[in-house]
């Protein structure tokens, strides 16, 4: 179930909503790699929907070489990630919805921005080339 959540929440991060596999993989890594906060917030999500199927509900599409976000998934994403209110239509009505979405969809919060992500892919990029570096020390 964490996985359906983190897939949801990758691919909600990207234009268009859609990543390929390689981006996908990276993304989910460093994510189940990211602590027990992740975990938590992942169970927490996932138990607002506790039948979630990505891709029999139609909330996620494989698409050449990717996966993609449907409009669907935006709004089961929106309502996983809504804070609960006393009168909270039951989840299993939110996903068999295919056309209006019953609750207000929050605005997205901004995507990180390509600066940050190129600084953090620098970063990774160092800390790999400084690993070698010390491995192939190690070995002589």
């Known amino acids: 179930m964490n996985f359906q959540v983190t897939v949801l929440k990758i691919l909600v991060s990207y234009p268009d909503g859609f990543a390929v596999m390689e981006d996908l993989k990276?993304?989910?890594?460093?994510?189940?790699?990211?602590?027990?906060?992740?975990?938590?917030?992942?169970?927490?999500?996932?138990?607002?929907?506790?039948?979630?199927?990505?891709?029999?509900?139609g909330l996620v599409e494989r698409i050449s070489g990717g996966w993609r976000l449907t409009s669907k998934g935006r709004d089961v994403l929106a309502f996983m990630e809504a804070r609960p209110a006393p009168s909270e239509p039951s989840p299993a009505s939110v996903v068999d919805e295919a056309s209006q979405p019953a609750f207000?969809?929050?605005?997205?919060?901004?995507?990180?921005?390509?600066?940050?992500?190129?600084?953090?892919?620098?970063?990774?990029?160092?800390?790999?080339?400084?690993?070698?570096?010390?491995?192939?020390?190690n070995a002589s």
């Open 26 to 57: 990276r993304d989910m890594a460093i994510l189940a790699t990211s602590g027990r906060d992740w975990a938590d917030r992942t169970k927490r999500l996932a138990s607002r929907v506790p039948d979630l199927d990505i891709f029999s509900q």
């Open 104 to 137: 207000e969809i929050a605005p997205l919060p901004p995507l990180p921005q390509l600066a940050d992500r190129a600084k953090r892919r620098r970063e990774r990029r160092e800390r790999r080339r400084e690993a070698r570096e010390r491995a192939r020390a």
